[in-house]
């Protein structure tokens, strides 16, 4: 560990050259000036050109002992320094007398470990520097001009900064799935802290990553004509209509979700259809998608987004340090899930107990878990967003920050969510029911973060379906426009184009909305689509590579291509939304499945690869 320097040493070894001065029949009445001037230039260069090198070297002097901990302890004693560094840092910022106090095992000099999730995290941002930069070399990013210089139209084709177009496209893929997904989803137990990262990694940052870059190396075109590209006619029409439906769904959902929780726990309003207030809150963000999806992307998109993502941030990294500083108790993989964490009574009087064991087992964790996750493991719904960064992007080497680490954050976020909604069930605070994932928000932002930062953190909740959906929209309105070949040079054409699609999406809210089961029956086929989509994405990304002579990475695609045709299969085959098959002959047939679609893609793959080589 560096240490910090001795007397009369310069930090790395900098050599001080020494001043020369001109003679001078009377130097020695220049002597003080010659101090002075002597002493302020080696000032100078000790202290203000070495600055960063002495700040950096007393903050790990500062850290010696938790640096030590990390190699020389057990990740237990790890996460007991931090739990004490960040509990003491609380006691200074930390006065409030509304969230409930309860006698935390820091008191006691004990430790609530939480070294499954620090392990999640390790293998996310782990993950992420090595299998991130895997996919880069793989793909070969170079210096060729982008659409956003060759195409520029100061409407969809937009050169923007590297930082901007990375905010974008994470405000643009983080919907409601990786809050409302990881709070479901954690009631199957701490195994989702390393399904989420591991899922995360290979098969949701890898397929934002080349869906945008193979898009921005063809053009900057948007995902139907890169379905229609890499995959047959019949793919091609099928998908079509298969994303127009999910956009669809897409703008649905995040509208009525950030609208339920902005009425019900921001303003206190009831949230109900009959209510003015409801309508109210659902016709602003209606405007506010109108103008984003109509009106060029730099002027509206481009600028309010940096706001929105200082939201986000402060949301997701409050919780984040809440979980630390209040001690939360998220329990490990190696704990017993068999332990009681809430009793709950029933409507007819009798009195039950929720575990986690109880929950893994009787609610199939193959395939609802990885359905119910979603966004922050994989989401098919991204290609659609990368393929609009696509156009605004100024150089290739940008992609892997843009695409591939934008899609690690908002696995922190899951991350994040799930441990902060594990920490509320098991403190009794909420009771751990999947319905109930809207108001687990908001009892996890108040409890972490007080009332001032818990209304801060909502509005980040908020502004993450509201930045999805409005791109959603803004998706489809540049895919119909490509595919039915529709001019979008004017204002008053986009408008044209918009109203139908604005009007089809107030229809899905309004039957959402009225109709009792009509928020979970949208949830549901929302959900199945989302993943379903991503199939798409694998097959064109894995005949991409046979025809530009990676086929031996085409196993990149297909891992999680095989895996997620299998999820998505079973699942619509034993839903009641779906086909109702028990689940017994829903596992074959999503293996039969899955099998079938590695074949095909590798026979397809080839044939286009030898037609290649036969031109």
Not at 236 to 241: L, T
Not at 251 to 277: E, H, N, R
Not at 389 to 414: C, D, H, P, W
Not at 540 to 548: D, G, H, K, P, R
Request: proline content about 5%.
């Amino acid at each position: 560990i560096p240490r910090l320097p001795k007397a009369g040493k310069c930090p790395g070894d900098l050599a001080v050259s020494p001043v020369t001065l001109p003679p001078d029949k009377n130097f020695g009445s220049q002597t003080p000036f010659v101090f002075w001037f002597a002493t302020g230039k080696l000032v100078k260069v000790l202290i203000v050109n070495n600055f960063y090198k002495f700040l950096f070297t007393a903050i790990l002097y500062r850290l010696r002992p938790f640096i030590y901990d990390i190699f020389m302890y057990t990740p237990q004693r790890l996460t007991c320094n931090l739990f004490t560094q960040c509990y003491n840092l609380s006691m200074i910022f930390r006065d409030d007398p509304d969230v409930p106090e309860r006698e935390n095992p820091l008191y006691k000099g004990e430790c609530v470990f939480v070294t499954t999730f620090i392990i999640g995290l390790v293998i996310l941002l782990g993950g992420a520097a090595l299998y991130g930069r895997f996919c880069e070399k793989v793909f070969g990013p170079d210096d060729r001009k982008t659409p956003a210089y060759t195409k520029e139209d100061g409407v969809d084709f937009v050169p923007m900064r590297g930082w901007k177009n990375s905010l974008i496209n994470l405000l643009n893929i983080a919907g409601t799935g990786p809050i409302l997904g990881p709070i479901q989803g954690i009631l199957f137990g701490p195994i989702a802290f390393l399904t989420i990262p591991i899922g995360n990694i290979i098969g949701g940052a890898m397929h934002d990553y080349f869906s945008g870059m193979i898009c921005l190396r063809d053009g900057g075109t948007q995902m139907p004509e890169m379905i229609r590209r890499y995959s047959t006619k019949g793919i091609y029409k099928f998908y079509n209509v298969f994303v127009c439906v999910l956009l669809l769904l897409v703008g649905a959902v995040f509208i009525y979700t950030p609208g339920d929780i902005a009425a019900t726990q921001l303003f206190g309003f009831d949230g109900k259809a009959t209510s003015v207030s409801t309508w109210v809150i659902y016709g602003v963000i209606f405007l506010y998608y109108l103008i984003a999806t109509v009106f060029p992307i730099d002027a509206i998109i481009g600028k309010i987004y940096p706001i929105f993502g200082g939201i986000l941030l402060f949301s997701a990294i409050g919780i984040f340090i809440g979980i630390f500083v209040t001690g939360m108790p998220l329990l490990n993989i190696w704990d017993s899930w068999a332990a009681p964490v809430l009793s709950l009574t029933g409507a007819d009087g009798t009195v039950g107990t929720f575990t986690y064991a109880d929950y893994f087992s009787t609610k199939h964790f193959l395939p609802i878990f990885f359905v119910t996750v979603a966004c922050g493991i994989l989401s098919g719904f991204h290609s659609t967003q990368t393929a609009i960064i696509s156009r605004t992007m100024k150089s290739e080497r940008q992609g892997r920050n843009t695409f591939y680490n934008m899609m690690v954050l908002e696995g922190f976020i899951a991350m994040v969510w799930a441990a902060g909604a594990m920490g509320v069930y098991n403190l009794a605070l909420q009771e751990p029911n999947a319905g109930l994932a809207t108001g687990t928000v908001g009892v996890v932002c108040k409890y972490l973060l007080g009332h001032v930062g818990g209304i801060i953190a909502l509005l980040g909740v908020i502004v993450l379906p509201i930045t999805s959906g409005d791109t959603a929209l803004r998706a489809l309105r540049l895919s119909l426009s490509e595919t039915l070949h529709i001019d979008q040079s004017t204002n008053g054409k986009r408008i044209k184009l918009a109203v139908p699609i604005f009007a089809l999406v107030i229809a899905i809210l309004v039957f959402a909305k009225v109709n009792n089961d009509g928020f979970m029956i949208l949830w549901r086929y929302f959900a199945w689509a989302n993943q379903t989509l991503s199939l798409f994405a694998f097959l064109s990304i894995t005949a991409w590579m046979f025809e530009n002579g990676k086929g031996k990475w085409a196993w990149i695609p297909m891992i999680p291509g095989c895996f997620y045709t299998f999820i998505c299969v079973t699942y619509i085959a034993n839903a009641h939304i779906g086909f109702n098959i028990p689940w017994t002959p829903a596992y074959i047939i999503g293996v039969v499945c899955a099998i079938a679609y590695v074949v095909g893609c590798c026979v397809y793959g080839k044939k286009r690869a030898a037609k290649l080589l036969a031109k």
